[in-house]
């Protein structure tokens, strides 16, 4: 840089800061414009000191506090941006890990990353993207991406999601957990759409349209595969398709099902057999035979203890008993019940007693009507209480039965994630391609949500993955321009919180440089 005076037309003289690269002078700063000798001399002084300041070429100053001020403001002038971006930074390396990266479209990658650490709408998470990542992505970018997602990359994205499960389980799946769950729609249905459609919520959104949610999960909650269907669809008729659709895309046998009592139909378990599959499902042990509730009911009801018995040649009925499952099936029914003693305390149902919401306002109660609680029905299914069942074709030992199914929380919870910290519904889409699109996004981000969960469980770090994406949301991350015009970035971790998570950091870094 240097100082350089150029005579104007008017007859005065600028002072300006210059700087020549690659043969070429581009004025840096306008000092000032003076005609006056004496001015026009203080100007190149107070340019001179300019270049001091910001050149890094510090003038010696024998006071230290003046120096480093210098130095300060040298650093200061030459940031040319400030970045939030140490979220991207961990998700996108665990994004990569996965193997996602071998899709090679920056959209999935950017609308992953932003689904996860901050569920928004496309038109926000354009914002969002720009605001803290400095990433450019267009809006009809995104739209049109979404429109050739689901028959392009579907496959891929679930490929990779199994192959990735099987390496982190040593190469066997061994039990793969399923259930469903339904999303609702702000939009409105087209009267011929076949997607969206009424049918029972499991959010109580019985207003809404939606669609169901089949949701193949392995143990510990990884996610393999997914499929959607109609909102009318009754959730018992999902599992075979879903299951027979994995096996034929992955060639994977050797795993058992398991599911609730809500897919335990005779036509399931059939399919189940006639396919080869192992199975463990819940059981509805009130609709068995006469023979099997007497044996069930005379069963030792002993914390903790397991019986079973033969259904038929295939099939075992385990069942177990536990006091504290007893203490909480009577506490529901007693809740329960008081709840009808205190509505119909008169021992009447009267038109206030009718609910008013749908075609029951047409309703016409000319007379009341009597109601009673019936005590015997009361009795009858306190004998239940603390009793549980469970159907299965495997050889394995009762408790190991018991402990499998009980992994199905993992389903749960990653529903209660999927829409809860994923936000994948309500939904606003209403193209059946861009809901497919929006359902393959969420499973992506759930994938790596999963993938950085069990990494900070790998570091010891004492932490969930929501806390670590709020502290790594306060970190700031400076890109300096040096004077070579090469840029260098600086990640700023300033509180405890921020130290405890760099760590996680410097293991994506040495991924990198391997």
């Known amino acids: 840089m240097f100082v350089r005076k150029k005579k104007n037309r008017s007859g005065t003289v600028s002072v300006v800061v210059a700087d020549k690269s690659s043969g070429r002078f581009k004025e840096l700063k306008t000092i000032g414009v003076s005609s006056d000798p004496d001015e026009i001399a203080r100007l190149e002084v107070k340019a001179r000191q300019w270049i001091d300041v910001y050149s890094g070429q510090l003038t010696l100053d024998f006071d230290d506090s003046t120096q480093a001020l210098r130095e300060a403001r040298n650093t200061i002038a030459r940031i040319e941006r400030t970045l939030q971006n140490t979220p991207q930074v961990i998700l996108g390396h665990i994004y990569d890990r996965i193997g996602f990266g071998a899709i090679g479209d920056s959209i999935l990658r950017h609308l992953v990353i932003a689904r996860v650490c901050q569920p928004r709408s496309k038109v926000a998470t354009v914002e969002y993207l720009k605001s803290y990542f400095d990433e450019d992505v267009r809006l009809h970018n995104i ?37 469903v769950t339904t999303l609702y729609f702000e939009s409105a249905p087209d009267p011929d759409d076949e997607l969206r459609r009424a049918g029972f919520s499991k959010d109580g959104k019985t207003a809404e349209s939606q669609i169901v949610l089949g949701l193949l999960v392995s143990e510990d ?14 959730e018992g008729r ?20 398991v599911a609730d009592s809500g897919l335990m139909s005779t036509r399931n378990v059939e399919l189940l057999e006639s396919a080869g599959y192992r199975y463990i499902l819940g059981a509805r042990i009130r609709n068995e035979s006469r023979r099997i509730k007497d044996w069930i009911l005379a069963s030792d009801r002993t914390d903790g203890n397991i019986v079973e018995c033969r259904r038929n040649d295939t099939q075992r009925l385990i069942v177990s008993y536990s006091d ?25 149902l009267t038109k206030d007693n009718v609910n008013k919401r749908g075609y029951n306002k047409f309703l016409d109660i000319s007379k009341d009507i009597t109601v009673s609680i019936n ?16 159907i299965t074709n495997t050889d394995l030992p009762g408790e190991e039965v018991i402990s499998q199914y009980h992994g199905l929380w993992v389903v749960e919870r990653a529903f209660r994630i999927g829409k809860g910290t994923l936000e994948m519904r309500p939904m606003f889409h209403f193209t059946e391609k861009r809901i497919e699109a929006h359902i393959c996004i969420c499973f992506v981000a759930y994938k790596v949500y999963k993938e950085l969960e069990r990494v900070i469980r790998e570091l010891g770090l004492r932490m969930s993955v929501d806390k670590v994406l709020e502290i790594a949301k306060t970190i700031t991350t400076l890109r300096i321009r040096l004077p070579n015009g090469s840029a260098y970035t600086e990640t700023l971790f300033t509180t405890p919180q921020q130290e405890a998570i760099r760590p ?11």
């Open 375 to 390: 005590e015997e029905k009361i009795a009858e299914d306190s004998l239940w209480d603390g009793l549980k069942g469970y």
């Open 143 to 179: 739209y049109r991406y979404m429109d050739r997602l689901y028959s392009t990359q579907r496959e891929k994205v679930q490929r990779i999601s199994v192959e990735h499960t099987l390496r982190i389980l040593g190469g066997r799946i061994g039990v793969v957990f399923y259930d």
């Open 504 to 514: 996680l950091l410097e293991v994506f870094a040495q991924d990198t440089n391997e």
């Open 324 to 348: 504290a499952r007893a203490r909480k099936n009577a506490w529901n029914r007693s809740r329960g019940v008081e709840r009808l003693r205190r509505a119909y305390a008169k021992g009447t």
């Open 221 to 234: 909650g990884y996610p393999m595969s997914y499929s959607i269907f109609n909102g009318s669809q009754y």
């Open 238 to 257: 999902t599992m075979i398709p879903v299951i027979d659709d994995f096996v034929r895309r992955f060639n994977l046998t050797d795993f058992i099902v």
